[in-house]
C-alpha cells in the first residue's frame, strides 16, 4: 500500500511540477473545445478514489465518480444516458442497454457481465456511497443477463428513485475486483481502475492532491480537459486571483466586486449549505420532553449566524428542514422565534450540563460558540469540543456525543431523498454518512410513515402534499433543531473554462461530473 501511494505521488509531482501528464495513450493534441488543465483547490485528502476507499462527504464522491462510470447520469432536468444509452421499465424490471465501445480505463471490454458481477459484489460488500442499499433493504431483487450490452435488473420495491438508484451505482471491473475479498482495504493492482471520463493518474493523501487524466475515447462524451488538478492551497481567494486555480467560492462580503467583473462568471448555490444540531437522547433523556426541544429553539438566536458568520448570505432555518427557497417547501411548519426569556425559565431550572461537538474548520465552531453562548445565556452550562472534521464525522456516526453541530452541503439538492434518509426510522443513521445523520434514541412513527409514504409514491403532485405534511409533523416534533442555512456563489474564470453547471439535484458544479465534459 506504502509503495502505491508513494507511486502515485511521484507521478502527481512529475505532473504538478513538470508538466508531465498521463501515458501517452490517454493524451494527444486538444480535441475541440477541450481546455489542457482545470486546476481546483485541494489540500484535503477526501481518500482514494474509488468505491470503497473515498471520504463519505461530497468531494470524496465526486472524484471518485469522475473515475468510474454509471448507467445514468442526471442533468438540468433529470436521468441521462452514463454507460447506458437506452432504458426501459415495465413494473419492477429496468432494461439497460449499454453503448457500443464501452471499456474500462485498462482498455478491457465493459459489458453487463461487470453489472451483473457489481450487483452482486455490492450485496456483499457495500460500497461508501451505497445507492442500491445494503443487507434486507438492498434494492435489487434479481437480473437477467439478455446479452453483452443488456440486462434486465428486477427491483425489490419501485418507487419515484428506484431509476435514478438503480442507474447511479458505479460499475467494477469483474477482472480485477472478482480476486478481491477485501475491498475496504485493497489498494493493489487496479484498484483505481474505472469505466469515466477520466482516470485517477496522481494521488497523495498526505497533500490531498489528485490528478485526473482525460480518456478522449469515453463512450459518453468528451472530457473538456486533458487534465483536472486539485493543488494544494493555503488560501484560495488568493490562488484564485493569482489565476492558480481556476474556480472558487465567491466571499459574500465581495460579492460586488465580483458581480460586476465581466471576466468572472458566478454559480448560484441557494440555501444549498445547511446547519442542524443533534441530539444524542440516550445520553440526553431529559430532552425527550418535547417542550424542552421548543426551548432550544426559542434559546437560540439562529438570525445572528446568519448576520454574523453567513454575512447575511442565507436564512434562518426552516423546522421543517427543507430550505424556503426549494420549491417543496412547506410554508406551513412551525416557527420558533427568538424568546430567550421563555426558553431560560424553562432551562435554567434543569441544570443541564452539555458538551457540544463540532469540526474546527470552516465556520463550524464560530457557529457552535455563538450557539453555546445562547444556551448558557438560558441557563445551560455547554461545553465546545472541536476536532478536525474527519474525527467529527467518526464521532457524529458512532453516536459519541451530547450534542453534535453538523453543517454539509446538499440542502438545495432532492428533499424527497434526503428527507427520509435523515428522518425515518427505517433509514436513519445508516450509511456512515454524517450529513444524513438522524437523532439517535428518538422515534417517530408518523415521521416514518410519511417519509416512508412520499418515498414510495410515484404520483409527483401527491407526493408534494405528503412531503409538505412530513415538514409540518417534522417541525411540530423537532427530532432536531435546524440552525440555518447557507446561499453561495463559486466564482470561475470565463476565459479559462465557461462550462460549469449544476444539475436539477445538486448544486455543487464542482463535485458533478457533467461540469467536466463538453456539452
Known amino acids: 500500500m506504502k509503495y502505491r501511494k508513494r507511486l502515485l505521488s511521484v507521478l502527481l509531482a512529475l505532473a504538478l511540477l513538470a508538466g508531465c501528464a498521463a501515458p501517452a495513450s490517454q493524451t494527444g493534441s486538444l480535441l475541440p473545445g477541450q481546455v489542457q488543465t482545470l486546476r481546483l483547490a485541494g489540500g484535503t485528502d477526501w481518500g482514494a478514489p474509488n468505491p470503497f476507499l473515498h471520504q463519505s462527504r461530497g468531494p470524496g464522491q465526486a472524484r471518485m465518480r469522475l473515475v468510474y462510470g454509471s448507467l445514468l447520469e442526471k442533468d438540468e432536468t433529470g436521468d441521462v444516458g452514463w454507460l447506458a444509452e437506452s432504458w426501459r421499465q415495465s413494473g419492477s424490471e429496468y432494461t439497460f442497454t449499454l453503448r457500443e465501445g464501452a471499456k474500462f480505463q485498462d482498455g478491457t471490454p465493459l459489458t453487463t457481465a461487470d453489472v451483473a458481477f ?134 459574500a462580503d465581495l460579492a460586488g466586486r465580483y458581480r460586476d467583473d465581466p471576466s468572472i462568471g458566478l454559480v448560484e448555490k441557494s440555501d444549498d449549505m445547511g446547519t442542524k444540531l443533534l441530539v444524542n437522547f440516550e445520553k440526553c433523556p431529559q430532552l425527550l420532553d418535547k417542550s424542552l426541544r421548543e426551548a432550544l429553539y426559542w434559546a437560540l438566536d439562529r438570525q445572528a449566524v446568519v448576520d454574523k458568520v453567513f454575512r447575511g448570505a442565507g436564512s434562518v432555518g426552516s423546522a421543517g428542514y427543507v430550505p424556503p427557497s426549494s420549491p417543496y417547501y412547506a410554508p406551513g411548519c412551525v416557527q420558533y422565534p427568538y424568546r430567550p426569556g421563555k426558553a431560560k425559565a424553562l432551562l435554567e431550572p434543569l441544570g443541564l450540563e452539555l458538551t457540544m461537538l463540532c469540526a474546527d474548520s470552516g465556520d463550524d465552531l464560530a457557529i457552535a460558540e455563538l450557539l453555546a453562548n445562547d444556551l448558557r445565556a438560558a441557563g445551560v452550562a455547554v461545553t465546545v469540543q472541536a476536532y478536525d472534521s474527519a474525527t467529527r464525522d467518526q464521532m457524529v456516526n458512532a ?18 431523498d434526503y428527507l427520509r434518509t435523515v428522518f425515518s426510522d427505517t433509514a436513519k443513521n445508516k450509511g456512515g454518512n454524517p450529513h444524513n445523520m438522524g437523532p439517535i434514541g428518538y422515534e417517530n412513527a408518523a415521521i416514518t410513515a410519511l417519509a416512508d409514504a412520499q418515498k414510495a409514491e410515484p404520483d409527483p403532485d401527491r407526493r408534494k402534499e405528503l412531503l409538505a405534511e412530513l415538514q409540518v409533523e417534522i417541525s411540530r416534533e423537532i427530532p432536531l433543531v435546524v440552525v440555518a442555512t447557507r446561499s453561495s456563489y463559486s466564482m470561475y474564470r470565463k476565459d479559462v473554462y465557461d462550462g460549469w453547471m449544476k444539475t436539477y439535484a445538486y448544486q455543487q458544479a464542482e463535485q458533478n461530473r457533467l461540469s467536466y465534459m463538453l456539452r
Open 399 to 416: 453516536g459519541d456525543y451530547e450534542l453534535a453541530l453538523v453543517s454539509n452541503g446538499g440542502w438545495g439538492n432532492n428533499p424527497p
Open 118 to 251: 457489481t450487483i452482486d459484489y455490492y450485496r456483499a460488500h457495500p460500497p461508501v456511497s451505497a445507492s442500491l442499499g445494503a443487507g434486507d433493504a438492498f434494492l435489487v431483487e434479481s437480473y437477467a443477463v439478455q446479452d453483452e450490452r443488456t440486462i434486465t435488473i428486477t427491483a425489490a420495491r419501485t418507487d419515484a428513485d428506484t431509476l435514478s438508484a438503480l442507474g447511479s451505482f458505479v460499475i467494477l471491473p469483474r477482472h480485477i475486483w472478482e480476486q478481491v475479498d477485501d475491498p475496504y482495504t485493497y489498494t493493489g493492482e487496479g484498484y483505481l481502475v474505472g469505466s469515466g471520463a477520466y482516470a485517477c493518474t496522481g494521488y497523495d493523501a498526505a497533500t490531498g492532491s489528485y490528478e485526473f487524466t482525460a480518456q478522449n475515447d469515453f463512450c459518453a462524451g468528451t472530457p473538456a480537459a486533458q487534465r483536472v488538478l486539485f493543488v494544494p492551497v493555503s488560501d484560495p481567494l488568493l490562488s484564485f486571483e493569482r489565476g492558480e486555480i481556476d474556480i472558487t467560492d465567491m466571499p
